[in-house]
């Protein structure tokens, strides 16, 4: 019907007011009314309709750092959420994002026991439980752990299991749970995991690569890595900025491959591109395997050996493992032994890897068993870099020992260092030995204990150490236990 001939009709109607066609008018009106109505709340009243506008303003203000705007919205959606079961579902995804924001607005307290109900640590069914969450206590655990103890490692395992779970399709949880496997070298748990991450994030194929060379499995390894490559050189192509985690992974595969000389150059370039420190202590570590790949392989010449070692100092002069063989060098008779020699002279005048080069000529002084000389040694080390752990805990060992040990200054110099990381396993070992030559051996066994979980191989000496405090305290029995644990156990001898 046209405009004319409707306004035709109300005319003539208007003239006549002829009743019945009001009437029969009225179901039309009635209906486009309560169209129209319906309409208007469906796009502003609904339940519908509000919960996407607060989850709209969530998002958003959380993507632009307004928490306290967040905070508000996820409030909103967490009412609309118990009011109406079709929103229920979403509740926990609301009650996450609620401790994120509380987290954010230093409320550490109440985001903990949000966080809690959200990502349960027991494996009790909940319905409350988000892999999100899971997820990040995970990360978060792993991140802000001062040391990774086996009791850390365990919990992030048990959330990172409850995420891939629970969500399956959550690629970034087997990708972690595929890495924690590869450091434990659980290679088949370790590949299921990453198998089912990797169409999806391509750092895993790297990960596949190790797997294959942790089980000996050379094709495999080469087919993994070449992917690998190909990957991460994609990536860097088509990156608008030098990345450099997309470089480190570039060269891991060179290196994987035993390229050294690409992956030295990968970081070179890097570094003139981006002019990032952090480059050339990479190139050290690059110089350094290279090194004790060629020196491995038994072929190599002292000369080819010291002109790596020199190259790897040349960007990274604190590099234990290239002062440690500088030092080497320099012992040895003819024209390398004299260049290594006249290196170490002109980088002590230097003055540029004081500490470091120190800690190297004090190791190489004790394993020639010149205690005295090795003293001397940590000791200017220590003076010259006390920050470093590795030279204060070797420093307070050689005080302990010899003829004339001075514990009161070994003493202080290990708690200098455990107050600044009071968990590190090698210096509670070391105080512990330290307390035991003194014979406070009750102290000997409170730090021996507290380091033995993180020793690893070095775990037997400790046990050793405990069998003799626990024999000074009349504690025959575990002494007995912990010189049993020193022992080699059946099939788990090192080749």
């Not at 988000?130 to 990040?136: K, M, N, R």
């Not at 990774?148 to 959330?159: D, F, G, L, Q, Y």
């Not at 003829?403 to 090698?426: C, G, M």
Request: proline share 4%; with cysteine.
């Amino acid at each position: 019907m046209s405009f004319k001939s409707v306004k035709k009709k109300w005319n003539a109607w208007w003239k006549t007011r002829y009743f019945p066609w009001l009437l029969w008018g009225i179901p039309a009106m009635l209906s486009l009314l309560a169209v129209l109505a319906i309409y208007i709340y469906r796009t502003e009243w609904s339940m519908l309709t509000v919960h996407d506008r607060y989850a709209a303003i969530k998002k958003t203000s959380m993507q632009v750092g307004d928490y306290a705007k967040a905070r508000i919205a996820c409030e909103r959606l967490l009412d609309i959420s118990r009011a109406d079961a079709y929103f229920a579902p979403r509740y926990p995804e609301h009650l996450f994002d609620l401790a994120v924001c509380l987290i954010y607005l230093e409320r550490g307290n109440d985001a903990k026991h949000l966080i809690s109900k959200v990502a349960p640590f027991d494996d009790v069914e909940t319905p409350l439980s988000y892999p999100p969450a899971h997820l990040y206590v995970a990360k978060n655990e792993w991140a802000t752990a001062t040391e990774r103890t086996p009791k850390v490692i365990a919990r992030v395992e048990r959330h990172l299991l409850r995420a891939a779970t629970d969500a399956p399709e959550m690629a970034e949880a087997h990708q972690l749970l595929g890495e924690l496997y590869l450091s434990r070298q659980e290679w088949e748990a370790a590949k299921r995991h990453l198998l089912k991450a990797a169409d999806q994030r391509g750092e895993c194929l790297l990960l596949l690569a190790l797997v294959s060379q942790g089980t000996n499995d050379a094709e495999g390894m080469r087919q993994w890595n070449g992917r690998a490559q190909q990957y991460f050189q994609q990536k860097m192509d088509a990156a608008p900025m030098d990345d450099g985690i997309l470089r480190m992974g570039l060269a891991r595969t060179y290196l994987l491959a035993e390229n050294y000389e690409k992956a030295a150059e990968t970081f070179l370039i890097g570094y003139k591109k981006s002019g990032q420190p952090g480059y050339t202590s990479a190139l050290g570590a690059v110089y350094a395997g290279w090194m004790q790949s060629r020196k491995h392989k038994g072929d190599a010449t002292p000369g080819e050996l010291l002109r790596l070692v020199s190259q790897g100092l040349g960007y990274d002069n604190q590099n234990e493992t290239l002062l440690m063989e500088l030092v080497r060098l320099s012992e040895l008779s003819g024209e390398t032994g004299a260049e290594a020699g006249k290196a170490i002279q002109s980088m002590v005048a230097a003055g540029g890897a004081n500490g470091m080069l120190h800690f190297a000529l004090g190791v190489a002084a004790l394993e020639k068993n010149k205690e005295a000389e090795a003293a001397t040694y940590f000791d200017l080390a220590f003076q010259a870099s006390p920050e470093l752990p590795q030279i204060a805990n070797n420093f307070a060992m050689v005080l302990a020992v010899g003829a004339k040990p001075d514990y009161p200054r070994a003493l202080r110099v290990i708690n200098e260092l455990l107050a600044r990381f009071p968990s590190l396993a090698a210096a509670l070992d070391t105080r512990g030995r330290i307390h035991l030559n003194m014979k406070n051996y009750k102290e000997a066994v409170t730090d021996l204990t507290a380091a033995v979980p993180n020793l690893g191989k070095f775990a037997a000496s400790a046990h050793e150490a405990l069998a003799e405090a626990y024999k000074a305290l009349n504690l025959p029995e575990m002494a007995a236990e912990h010189e049993r644990l020193a022992k080699p156990q059946a099939g788990s001898a090192e080749p």
